[in-house]
């Protein structure tokens, strides 16, 4: 497979059925940023002044997200919110620590650590355990509250995360599965800081599945945490994932269309719709054949028997 | 071919040559929740692989 874009038809290094298009290595880097600054105008998520904050975690959406924007040339400063769960949460510390020390801090970045169990006595899991409630509750709510304080007490002006299309379209199929009207609301990749003590919220990576990003990870040499975090084992995000990859498989752009069709849709509200009575009524005619509704003079049941009769005949 | 595959870790062999996309039939993976790097390089699903290879089977789907 060659590139789709070079004229020198250099060697494929992903394809993206997708978008009917397969890339090289700087052509894929080229598109994976053109995606993001895209979702950036589109959604108005940042401006160039702006001093962000990535939440980053140590896997591959949150540092590809960082190094993104400081090659896009934005102020973004990251945190990490150790959780303490244990190998995992040391090994994606070391992470964050290295892609600090070695990448962000030549484009004058810095991270800023918060551990939870400095502040909470106990690392997430306990913390679960003596709340009685699920870990992964607990922890987005811990995370969310911690950057969303240290965005408004630093004073940043916009906090960013690296939800992909991926996340957003599982996330919808979830919410749609129960009639979480509620939610929907919250989907879009851009929320405003709407009342005081809440910081924007961005979502830039909402264009990019996935696998691009991972593929971003790996042709740049992101050293992220590859292990899936221990506590989301069994999780119906992962499950919701599963089923849309099995769905992207077999109809390329199945994602993008569930998600993106949901944000045109929030976007640009439709007119109540008529009811099916009315339109019946102001459509529907008896067919001049056999008297039953149709929106032509002949129905389709009538001209299909009597093009069937014909062809008997002849 | 050495094929490393995650969670959990571990190691197999499988014989080459063979196109990547007919390996990960045969594991039952799919495409799209997966990279397969030859290496350190990125191949795409026609790319065949050699008895001789190194391969990583990367999942890429996390818990969100």
Redesign the interface.
């Given at each position: 497979m060659n590139c789709t874009k070079c004229p020198t038809s250099t060697r494929a290094v992903i394809g993206l059925p997708r978008h009917n298009a397969a890339f090289c290595k700087n052509c894929f880097i080229t598109f994976v940023h053109e995606q993001v600054a895209r979702a950036i105008k589109s959604f108005k998520m940042l401006s160039p002044e702006d001093r962000i904050l990535v939440a980053v975690s140590g896997g591959k959406d949150s540092l590809a997200l960082w190094h993104i924007l400081l090659k896009l040339g934005y102020r973004a400063d990251a945190l990490y919110v150790n959780l303490g769960i244990g190998s995992y949460s040391e090994e994606s510390h070391r992470k964050v620590r290295h892609y600090a020390d070695n990448e962000a801090a030549a484009h004058g970045a810095k991270l800023i650590v918060h551990v939870v169990e400095q502040e909470a006595g106990a690392g997430i899991r306990e913390l679960a355990t003596i709340l009685h409630r699920p870990t992964c509750s607990t922890c987005g709510t811990i995370k969310r509250y911690q950057f969303n304080r240290a965005a408004i007490e630093q004073e940043y002006d916009v906090m960013a995360t690296g939800h992909n299309l991926d996340d957003e379209a599982a996330r919808l199929l979830g919410n749609v599965l129960h009639w979480q009207n509620d939610y929907l609301d919250k989907q879009s990749p851009t929320l405003p800081a709407s009342v005081e003590g809440f910081a924007k919220k961005v979502k830039p990576l909402c264009r990019l599945s996935e696998r691009e990003i991972a593929a971003y990870a790996v042709v740049n040499r992101l050293d992220y945490i590859v292990e899936e975090c221990p506590m989301a084992k069994g999780s119906k995000m992962i499950l919701y994932k599963e089923v849309l990859n099995r769905l992207e498989t077999e109809s390329p752009g199945t994602k993008q269309r569930f998600y993106w069709g949901f944000l045109d849709k929030q976007a640009k509200p439709e007119a109540p719709a008529e009811s099916m009575a009315d339109k019946d009524q102001r459509t529907l005619l008896p067919c001049d054949s056999c008297g039953q509704p149709t929106t032509a003079g002949t129905c389709t049941y009538c001209k299909m028997m009597a093009k069937a009769k014909s062809a008997t005949l002849r | 071919m050495l094929v490393q595959l995650?969670?959990p870790n571990r190691q197999i062999e499988v014989k080459g040559p063979k196109r990547t996309k007919d390996l990960l039939r045969e594991l039952n993976l799919?495409?799209?929740?997966?990279?397969v790097?030859r290496g350190?390089?990125?191949?795409?699903?026609?790319?065949w692989l050699a008895d001789a290879d190194q391969i990583e089977i990367?999942?890429?789907?996390?818990?969100?």
């Open positions: - | 995650s969670h799919v495409m799209e929740a997966h990279l790097i350190d390089e990125l191949v795409t699903e026609d790319e990367r999942p890429v789907i996390s818990g969100g």
